[in-house]
């Protein structure tokens, strides 16, 4: 740092220590001396952090006005920032020295992190050419931080600052680099009839206008590196702002800083200070749910503030009802170019008035991305919506990435912004593109249909379902194991049941491609216990009307819509599902479905208490799965029964159906959870020692295939055995264990997780750890009222209160 440097920073230090010192003793805050001084609260924070090191005279003169000091107070902050070599910024300026910026917005809030750097940046132009890019999506906010940032930084720019609206995205009426040099030329003082014709001598004269000079140039809404490369400046002591939705990165030297959308407590404070605190504070929950619908877009939360400006009247909750309506959402956000659709509309016109033929068809691929409606976009979907191979499109993706249109989360992983796909949705709806949007959404659906068929055969090989016609694998990601495939599921459930939900409005597309999509999707959701899920899709796919002349798929659907109505308690419902189911295959005379159906029907009347009618139901599956010789439907079948047998008693039977289960294995997976389910059915029968000999086989099983699921559920029964017999050390380790391992294949809660947490809580009251079990419990409660499972939310919480009325919690 050189003398004068030095010098200034000493000064700054002085300014702010008298100005925090006058500010304490007026009683003030910052932000109402901000307020009283017409200034921003983030300006005199600065200023008190010594950090703005050449304040205005007129700002030191309303900071005194609003602090009500004396004339020798006020000459005393003026003189501790007066040296030689470092004028204070001329009040008002000189009539040859251009200050062209916009006015800041004066509620200008958040963006603490990038305004600092860009401060910061801009503190270090005296030494060198400061180049900075601020770039994000449209309605961001970049303009407004840029400006303020100048005003802010005034003082370092004494010589002025420059302005040019370059509306790069805007075709048609977008400035070459000639029209804008030649409007800096003009700001700089040189007669039009001196300002030269061709484009290499007006940046010579425009260098040489401004070296010597420290300038800030604020080139906003630029298009490409090559419009802006002229109007740089070239010696040391300026400075160039550039505002862009592109990133331009290859621009050599400069500084990109990214603009995020606001955070909830971000676009609260915004709202609040367009609104006013008091009434966001009186509808905290709308607010929230307004950031929530805006994504947090600054532009966006800025209309409905002054929208509620406007209206005193009116409560946030009702443009929390508009817009949910997404018909109405971007109508709501503005109808003028200053709107959120006409900002959204000039990033798309750019491409789509491209003379490149790969940004017109970036421009399609937008459209057709609002097809994929789940927090992540996939580039194997988006290839087959496209109809593309994947490295096509993948390659408009990242041209929509570089205009801020999709964000990149990682290496072939993507996100739109909800305003953005509701944008991209409005202009695919249009009645010319239906042909176009219909046939996107069928090849989306053959997709997802055929990847839920890949991962149904990885995780149920034994299962009896069928897809309906042929299943196309091109471009479907090869699922090796049972973590990788429920977690891509995971990633894309929401975009396929979206895509579902858009094929119900197009005459025939549900039908044609629900069922086989349902079936298909039966093993993911069975294996992640996601029955709200099931049922949900389930329910859709039946709303669409039976498959033509299938009654075998419709008995499928019917069966498996029983199974999460059982695992969520509402057992008459199962059962009279799967007598329905039931009819349909004995129509079909489907002798494996019907065996099925009585299987499954024996096992919700047995969890009705009905012991003798499940014992019909399993007997009468058995011998119908021995007449149609199915493997899989006779192990089944076995099974089922020696639950019952033990259930009520008969031990050899029941060993004996076990064993004939056991044998009948067809493959490592249904080998050891046929073991598990024997091994739970000797536990409920006390009978702990063969319990664990079948449970012993069941994990070392699931530890050669590898399988999370299994060996989290084996462990949860091994916990339980250990309890039962008083062995607490051992039984928490095994639960604590299990969780680790849902954890591990499941990133969220379920009904499992919530059954292991329970049983936690158990083994925690038994050892006295009262407190901790309230805890573990209260969490169990919150996951099975979450998933529906309100029997079990009901039991623990009479378990809560049995345990608080006992004393025991201390």
């Not at 191979?389 to 999709?406: G, I």
């Not at 498959?547 to 499928?556: E, F, K, Q, R, Y």
Request: aromatic share 6%; hydrophobic share 45%; with cysteine.
């Amino acid at each position: 740092m050189d003398s004068v440097d030095g010098e200034v920073v000493a000064m700054a230090a002085e300014f702010s220590e008298l100005l925090r010192r006058h500010r304490l003793a007026a009683g003030h805050t910052q932000a109402a001396l901000a307020e009283l001084a017409g200034l921003s609260e983030q300006a005199v924070s600065l200023l008190e952090r010594g950090t703005r090191r050449r304040p205005r005279a007129e700002t030191i003169h309303a900071l005194s006005t609003a602090l009500k000091l004396t004339t020798e107070a006020e000459q005393e902050l003026l003189g501790s920032i007066r040296a030689t070599g470092t004028p204070v910024s001329p009040s008002p300026p000189a009539a040859h020295v251009p200050w062209e910026l916009p006015q800041t917005v004066a509620d200008f809030t958040a963006r603490e992190g990038q305004l600092s750097k860009v401060l910061d940046a801009l503190a270090g132009s005296g030494s060198s050419t400061v180049c900075l890019v601020i770039t994000g999506m449209g309605g961001v906010g970049k303009t407004a931080l840029a400006v303020h940032a100048g005003h802010l930084s005034a003082g370092q720019f004494p010589d002025g600052q420059l302005y040019v609206a370059l509306r790069g995205h805007d075709p048609g009426v977008a400035l070459t680099a000639v029209e804008a040099l030649g409007q800096l030329l003009r700001s700089l003082g040189v007669r039009q009839e001196a300002v030269p014709d061709e484009l290499d001598e007006m940046a010579r004269l425009y260098r040489s206008r401004i070296a010597g000079r420290r300038m800030l140039i604020l080139l906003d809404d630029a298009s490409s590196v090559d419009q802006v490369t002229p109007l740089l400046p070239g010696g040391n002591g300026s400075a160039a702002l550039i505002i862009s939705r592109r990133f331009l990165a290859t621009l050599p030297g400069s500084l990109i800083v990214r603009l995020p959308t606001f955070t909830s407590s971000e676009s609260l404070r915004l709202l609040a200070s367009v609104a006013g605190e008091e009434r966001v504070n009186s509808e905290l929950e709308a607010a929230l749910e307004l950031s929530e619908l805006t994504g947090g877009l600054p532009l966006a939360l800025r209309l409905i503030g002054a929208r509620l400006t406007m209206r005193p009247q009116w409560l946030l909750q009702h443009f929390v009802d508009q817009l949910q309506d997404e018909r109405r959402s971007l109508d709501e956000l503005g109808l003028d170019h200053s709107g959120v659709r006409a900002t959204f509309a000039s990033s798309l016109n750019e491409l789509t008035a491209s003379p490149l033929a790969a940004d017109r068809d970036a421009a399609i691929a937008f459209d057709l991305l609002s097809l994929a409606d789940g927090p992540e976009i996939s580039v194997p979907l988006v290839a087959r919506l496209l109809d593309l191979d994947p490295r096509a499109a993948e390659e408009r993706l990242e041209r929509l990435v570089d205009l801020h249109l999709l964000d990149s989360l990682g290496p072939l992983r993507y996100q739109m912004h909800d305003l953005l796909r509701a944008f991209a949705r409005e202009r695919l709806s249009v009645r010319d593109r239906e042909a176009e949007r219909t046939a996107a959404i069928e090849r989306g659906l053959r997709f997802y249909t055929a990847a839920a068929w890949q991962a149904q055969r990885l995780t149920h090989p034994w299962s009896p379902r069928q897809p309906i016609g042929e299943v196309d694998l091109t471009g479907v990601p090869t699922f090796t194991n049972l973590t990788d495939a429920p977690a891509w599921f995971d990633a894309e459930y929401d975009s396929i049941l979206a895509l579902y939900k858009l094929a119900s409005a197009v005459p025939g597309l549900a039908r044609r491609y629900g069922p086989s999509l349902a079936l298909g999707l039966f093993g993911y959701l069975e294996l992640r216990a996601y029955w709200l899920r099931m049922r949900t899709m389930l329910d859709l796919v039946l709303a669409s009307g039976p498959p033509m002349d299938d009654l075998v798929t419709w008995g499928w659907l019917e069966h498996d819509r029983a199974i999460p109505d059982s695992e969520l308690g509402h057992l008459a419902e199962s059962r009279a599902r799967l007598l329905r189911a039931l009819e349909h295959f004995e129509a079909a005379q489907h002798l494996g479905g019907v065996a099925r159906c009585c299987s499954s029907l024996s096992h919700v009347c047995e969890r009705l208490d009905q012991v003798e009618e499940a014992i019909e139901w399993g007997e009468r599956g058995l011998k119908l799965a021995q007449e149609a010789g199915e493997r899989n439907a006779l192990g089944t079948s076995h099974l089922a029964v020696g639950i019952l047998y033990n259930r009520i008693g008969r031990r050899d039977d029941a060993r004996a159906a076990f064993r004939a289960s056991i044998e009948l294995a067809d493959n490592d997976r249904s080998l050891a959870r046929r073991h598990r389910l024997a091994a739970g059915s000797y536990l409920a029968a006390g009978l702990y020692d063969i319990a664990v000999e079948h449970l012993d086989a069941a994990l070392a099983i699931y530890t050669r295939i590898d399988d999370p699921p299994g060996l989290a559920e084996s462990r949860h029964y091994l916990g339980q055995l250990e309890f039962a017999r008083g062995n607490y050390p051992e039984a928490e380790r095994n639960v604590r264990e299990g969780l680790r391992l849902n954890e591990l294949y499941n990133n969220s809660d379920s009904q499992r997780r919530g059954l292991l947490l329970a049983s936690l809580a158990a083994i925690q009251d038994a050892t006295a750890k009262h407190a901790a079990a309230r805890l573990t419990r209260s969490r169990a409660i919150e996951i099975f009222e979450a998933e529906g499972v309100l029997a079990e939310a009901d039991d623990l919480r009479r378990k809560q209160a049995a345990v608080s009325g006992n004393g025991s919690e201390g």
